[in-house]
């Protein structure tokens, strides 16, 4: 049973545009969420995160949200550059889930920014 | 170097070979993990090392063994596995486990087994 899910294998947006990818968890436990972006051949890198004592943390041209309520997170990036296309994971740890360290991940979304 | 290294970054393997999987952190962190990505499945925590001291097996099978030396160097030793183990092994390294903060990944380690 995945307690994080990112129900889009894939995303394309046009350069210039807003990227946002979507991540739900089940775990109500859950109080800190990651997003890592992973480019082929490479680890995945930490790009964001956001705790749940907040709804929106940004860093540039990413912003995390953070809804408890629907227990749903969605990283935005705007202006999307091509140089963002990646496979992008969500991953969210707790010490309900068993310790602050267990990353739980989702399967990933890729994303492909058009020149 | 900098950051988390893997070595090798490909490995193919007969069922009946042994071989180990290098990882190397030169962040000062205290903890180290592997990691296996399988194709289409989200990212799955096997071990998990803090101060050179293993606090976490995630139900992975014997023939995966693990090695800690130090806080710097992490081994995963490979022996009689199955065709179905192959997959990317990805090493983390983070600065304190007790508190949330980012994991740095390597590059990882492509197995194949035949």
């Known amino acids: 049973d995945q307690q994080v899910k990112q129900n889009s294998p894939s995303l394309r947006v046009q350069e210039g545009r807003i990227s946002i990818l979507n991540c739900d968890y089940t775990?109500?436990?859950?109080?800190?969420f990651l997003w890592y972006k992973k480019y082929p051949a490479e680890g995945p890198t930490f790009l964001i995160s956001i705790s749940s004592i907040k709804d929106k943390n940004e860093d540039g041209r990413f912003t995390v949200f953070l809804n408890k309520s629907a227990k749903h997170l969605s990283l935005h990036i705007v202006p999307s550059q091509p140089g963002d296309s990646a496979v992008y994971f969500c991953?969210?740890?707790?010490?309900?889930?068993?310790?602050?360290?267990?990353?739980?991940f989702g399967k990933g979304t890729l994303l492909t920014v058009n020149p | 170097e900098t950051g988390v290294t893997q070595t090798p970054r490909h490995l193919v393997m007969g069922m009946t070979n042994k071989k180990s999987l290098k990882c190397e952190q030169h962040l000062g962190h205290n903890a180290m993990y592997w990691y296996k990505q399988s194709a289409k499945k989200p990212l799955e925590l096997m071990f998990v090392y803090n101060f050179k001291e293993q606090t976490e097996n995630n139900s992975v099978p014997s023939r995966f063994s693990p090695e800690c030396p130090n806080s710097s160097h992490l081994f995963l030793h490979l022996h009689t596995l199955q065709p179905e183990d192959s997959a990317l092994y990805l090493c983390a390294s983070s600065q304190d486990p007790d508190i949330y903060n980012e994991q740095f990944f390597g590059p990882g380690t492509r197995l194949t087994v035949l």
């Open positions: 991953a969210a740890s707790g010490r309900g889930g068993g310790s602050n360290y267990k990353l739980t």
């Open positions: 775990n109500s436990m859950f109080d800190y």
